[in-house]
Structure formats: C-alpha cells, structure tokens
C-alpha cells in the first residue's frame, strides 16, 4: 500500500540531521541578523569585563595588599622568607614613624622595611600612613571594578532586549510561516493527522524555539569565548598551575558527550506526549456530547490520566538525567579547585607563585566552570529546540499541498493569472474516465464521465457511501483523482491556480461551519469593507435578514463556539449568505438541506433557489424529492454512474432511482402514519 505523504507518525522519527535543522532555521534569523550581530558583539564585551575581574583582584593582591618580597630583600629575615613592607623614607611622615620605631625597621638608602607580623605593633594613624599609597591603590581598583560592573549590566541589559527582540520575531515568523503552510496543505492531510497534534506544533513546538533563538545563538559565543579566555589568562599566569587544574577537564567533556546523548531521546518523548495529549484533549471537547450523553466520562479521564502520566514519567526521566548531570559537573569544579588549592598553596608558601595568582586561579576555574555548565544547559536546549525543529519541518517540507495537482505542466503561463471580471468566465466541467481512492489502490469512484455546461443544474443522487461527497472533492480539488483527468473550459484542474479555480465556485456543506467571529466575518472571509446596500441585498437574498436583526448586535454579533448559541438551520443560511457574497460561477450544494425541520427548510430552499439562478449548480442530494427540478440526476452507486437522466426519464426506465424513490415515499408514508 502506498504511503500517504500527509502522515507522519510521531514515535518513528529516527536521529535528526541537527546541522540540516539549523540551516532550515537559517531563513528565520537571516532578516534579523544585524541584531544578532549586535548582540553577539555586546555578550563578547561583557566575557572580556567578565575576564578582567579576577585579574584586577589579583593585581590588588599582588600589588597593594599583600605585595611580593622582592629577591633583592634587604634583610636577612626576608632573604629567609619572611614578607616585608617596603617604604619609602622621602614620603612626608614616614620618617617620623621609623624613627619612634627603630627596632621593627630595617633601612637601606631612601627605603626602610618592616616585617608584615610587625605591623601590628604600630599605631592606627601610623599604619594608615606607611600603606596611604597601597590603600589609593586599593580604591582606585575598586573604583574600576563598580564601573566595569555597572558597564557589564548596562551591556547586558541591551543585549537581552536585543535578542529577545529578534528572537519573539523570529517565532513570530516561523508560526506565520508554519500557519500559512498548513492552511494550503491537502485534505488528506488533516484527515491522517489530530488537531491536538498540528495545534502542538503551532503552539508548544514554536514556543520551545524561544530560547534557541534568544539564548543559544548568543551564549555560545560568551562561554566558548570564556572558555578560550580563561584559559589562555592562566597559561599566562603561570602555565605549570593551569595544566594541572585541566586535568580533569577530559573527565568533565566525556561525561557532557554521555548526558547530552541521553537527554535527546528524552525531550523526543516530551515533544510525542505533550500532542498525544493535546490531541486527546481538543478530541474530548469536540465530543464533549459523546461523552457526556454515553457516560464515557470515566474512561474518557481514564485515557488522559493514562497519557499525562506517560508525560510526567519522561518529564522525571529528564530531571533524574539533569539532577545527575548538574552535580557532578559541580563535583568535577570542586575536585578542581581542591587540586589547585593543594597544589598552588604549596607554590605560594615556596613563593614561586604569590597570593594573588592563586586566588585568581581559583576564581578562574570556578568561572571556567560556569560555561560548561551552560553549555550543557544550551546544548539541551538545543536538544529540546531540534525535537521540536524536526516535527515542525515534517510539516513545513510537507509538498501535499492542497491543489492536489501530482504534476505541474509546463504551460502554466498560459493559466489564467486572475480572474477576470466577465461574468461568464465558467463553460464548462469535464470528468474524463476519472477514478479515486482515499486510500489506493482501494477505489471509491471508479471510472466516472460527465459533462456539466454553464448554466445547468445537476443533481447527483445514490446511496449512503455511493461516493457523491467524495465527486465533489474532485471538483473543488480537496483531493486529486487517482486516474483520468477533471477539465474546466477544456483545461486540465491541475494545470489551472488553485486560486483561480476556488473564485469560480461556492460550496455549501451538510454540517454548517461557522468560526467563532461576528457574522459580518463569517459572511466576508476575507475582512473587506462592505457598504449597507450590499449587506442588505446578501441578508435578504439568503433570507436570514430577520433573525440577524433580532440578535443583539446585528450583523456584528459575535458567534462564541462556532455558531452554538443560534439554530442549526440559522447556520445554515448564513452560510448560504456566505456563498451569495462570493458570487459564483459555479455552486456546489453538498446535503445542505439536510437535518432541518420543514418551516427553516423551506426558507433555505427559496435561498437556494435564488442562488442556483443564472448560475452552473451542482446539487448532492439524499432526499430525492428536492432535485426533481434538476436539468439532470446523475445516480451513484458503489463508485459508479448507473443512471443519468431527468426526474421524469428516469422515473419511467423503473431503474435504481426508481427503487430509491419508490424506498423513500414508503419510508415517509410510514413516518406520516
């Protein structure tokens, strides 16, 4: 049996072409991409602020809080180890302090020393003044430490409303895109796929591209140009500390590469249960009567407890993966600033590497560390994102589209561009041995022939599941033949627009749908201004101008539910209000008297009277007694034409109308009794 290109199954998805992904997001973000830029450029500025910081606590360490011995030492205590504050003896006061304190200094031209355990012997007033020069030191880095903090939130600050900015524009983009896909796809298309399941990827699988757009286009470049950073700032520093601090960085990379594998098949499941219950949901609301007339609540709640438990099983399976992943990373940082500790603390007391690169160090890896961390975070974002991406593009690489046209001819500039304003544009419909099947090679229709000229009305009668809506979704090219050929004015349906083609025609359906908006919108689909003479002339033609004037806002009453709060019947003639407006050609009347009491019928038969003059009309009927006005009956049985005439000429062959005519009067006979 042959695939139906419309369907596609939600747990068969194999492993996803990330990069082929990201290249078909590629269109999304090319209209935005100097904002992206922007905001790339600004996320770097703050990793190079974010790199400084560290290095200006180590030079306030090294340089103004605890400075180094130098190894020209004047002392024998310091050649020993022992840290010395040196002092210039030419600043205004110093030489008064060294002279009230002879035994705790040592002099050496213009400079003295003092031990630093020695400090706390000399008065307050006297210390501020020896370290005067290191205490501006000290404020002056904390000075440029506020103002690269504050340059840091004020960057960071643009950037985010950069990026969200670019990234809610790109989703809008991408769900107008996607909406606009879906509305031209096929019929076949919705009757293989839940609505649950296409409102999921509109809604929620658009929705998880959020911080793909906003986050991870960005970051990526901040923590990998931290990383780099980092790095390079400590084997500057001292190159022998960071090769021993990246010891466990293999250890850190591996476990990554094993997680983010693992957490991939988890956000698949998310995305497959989160339709599965969208879908079971707009499903129960669709047929909340079912349910509720059948006592089915139980077993109705019984499945969805079912499925939302599936849910929250993999939602765990994610955080029991995230809540193992995130702490050992934090682990591997700890393990890793224990190492340098250890390590450079023996170096600082050696004095090979002071104070003031150590803390750095430290500082260092606990920030190498956070990029990895949020790297991980990005690349399961990433994840979640592409679980998402490969279901919308499923959609949008969908070519079903809804001309149902298997191949393009190649004269197609000859088709007509737009339809022109003469008013007998419409001569002829033409089926040429023409079969169908929704589901080949299982056939509904099966060889039909039939010609309908301008201005003719045929009626199209047979039993239930004959295959007389499914002639008519030929005509209106909901779906395409499965062999033979359909020709309006002599030319191929699939060589003509399917633009053009659907201005020709109006279809009226047994089941009246009307969309929760006022009636002016569901009379004009296409939102155009309408003048009071021309509401007034389509109201009054499809006879529902009293029962619209009784509602409280007239024509701008807003229908809630699809047209619940009015009859049946009022749906139906707004409906054939609809297709007075369009003003066609051709009109296709599908059961549309069907399922209304006799007083609503009759003012819904003088409608379609009125619509049916001067114009080509194709009528399907259940109820024989409403086509015997009909230029000609075509009767369907089991896929195949069996009889065509008028009333009269097939009364008089006493064929398969004439049984079905003859069911029909015995049938209303015995209702009537």
Not at 13 to 26: A, P
Not at 133 to 148: C, E, I, M, Y
Not at 226 to 233: C, E, F, M, S, T
Not at 242 to 271: N, Q
């Amino acid at each position: 049996m042959r695939r139906d290109p419309g369907y596609f199954e939600e747990a068969t998805l194999g492993k996803s072409e990330n990069l082929k992904l990201i290249r078909g997001l590629g269109p999304y973000a090319r209209p935005y991409r100097g904002i992206i830029l922007w905001s790339i450029l600004l996320v770097i500025l703050t990793a190079f602020i974010d790199l400084a910081i560290p290095y200006i606590t180590k030079t306030a360490i090294d340089r103004y809080i605890v400075p180094r011995t130098s190894s020209t030492s004047p002392s024998k205590d310091a050649q020993a180890g022992q840290r010395m504050l040196k002092v210039d003896l030419r600043r205004p006061g110093v030489p008064g302090v060294v002279e009230r304190h002879p035994q705790l200094f040592t002099a050496n031209g213009s400079t003295a020393a003092i031990p630093y355990d020695a400090l706390k012997d000399l008065e307050k007033a006297d210390l501020r003044l020896l370290r005067k020069p290191d205490l501006n030191g000290v404020t002056r880095l904390a000075v440029f430490f506020l103002v690269l903090i504050a340059l840091n939130f004020a960057l960071g600050f643009y950037q985010r409303i950069l990026m969200e900015y670019a990234g809610h524009m790109m989703m809008n983009d991408l769900r107008l895109a996607l909406y606009n896909h879906i509305q031209r796809l096929s019929i076949s298309f919705f009757t293989r796929n839940p609505v649950g399941r296409l409102v999921t990827r509109v809604t929620n699988d658009v929705q998880n591209m959020h911080e793909l757009f906003t986050s991870v286009i960005t970051f990526v470049f901040q923590d990998l140009f931290l990383l780099a950073g980092i790095a390079a700032v400590l084997m500057v520093m001292n190159w022998r500390l960071a090769l021993v601090s990246f010891m466990i960085l293999p250890l850190v990379l591996y476990t990554v590469f094993i997680f983010s594998g693992r957490i991939r098949g988890v956000f698949r499941e998310l995305r497959i249960k989160v339709a599965e219950i969208n879908t079971h949901f707009s499903e129960t609301i669709a047929g909340i009567r079912v349910i509720q007339s059948y006592r089915s609540e139980k077993a109705s709640h019984a499945k969805f407890a079912r499925l939302n438990h599936d849910n929250f099983m993999a939602g765990m399976r994610q955080i029991h993966i995230m809540a193992v992943f995130m702490p050992l990373i934090e682990l591997f940082g700890v393990l890793t600033i224990a190492v340098i500790v250890f390590y450079g603390g023996n170096t600082v007391i050696r004095e090979t590497v002071s104070l003031g690169t150590l803390v750095a160090f430290i500082a260092y890896m606990r920030m190498f560390f956070r990029p990895i961390r949020d790297l991980a975070e990005k690349y399961n974002i990433l994840q979640n994102a592409m679980a998402s991406a490969e279901r919308i593009f499923l959609i949008m690489e969908n070519t079903n589209d809804a001309s149902g046209a298997v191949e393009k001819p190649a004269d197609t500039t000859a088709a007509p561009k737009a339809r022109p304003v003469h008013p007998a544009r419409f001569s002829s419909l033409t089926m040429d041995n023409v079969s169908f099947g929704y589901h080949p090679p299982e056939l509904i229709l099966k060889n039909i022939n039939l010609q309908v000229a301008a201005g003719e009305t045929l009626a199209i009668v047979g039993p239930t599941g004959s295959g007389k809506t499914s002639l008519i979704n030929l005509i209106t090219r909901f779906y395409a033949p499965t062999s033979g050929r359909i020709l309006i004015n002599g030319r191929a349906l699939s060589s003509l627009p399917l633009d053009w083609t659907r201005s020709l025609l109006a279809l009226v359906t047994q089941e009246p749908f009307l969309f929760s908006d006022t009636i002016r919108a569901n009379i004009w689909t296409d939102g155009e201004h309408i003048d009071d003479a021309e509401i007034d002339r389509v109201l009054t033609a499809a006879n529902c101008r009293d029962f619209v004037d009784r509602l409280p806002q007239g024509i701008d009453t807003r229908l809630a539910g699809g047209g619940e709060s009015i009859s049946s019947g009022e749906r139906q003639l707004i409906c054939l209000a609809r297709a007075f407006a369009r003003n066609p050609e051709l009109i296709i009347l599908d059961e549309a008297t069907s399922y209304i009491d006799s007083e609503t019928e009759t003012r819904i038969q003088e409608a379609v009277a009125r619509l049916m003059k001067n114009r080509t009309a194709i009528v399907v009927a259940h109820r024989l007694s409403t086509v015997r006005s009909a230029d000609r009956i075509l009767v369907l049985d089991r896929g195949r034409i069996v009889e065509t005439g008028s009333h009269d000429q097939l009364m008089d062959q006493r064929g398969f109308y004439y049984r079905l005519s003859r069911l029909q009067n015995d049938d209303a006979g015995v209702k009537s009794n």
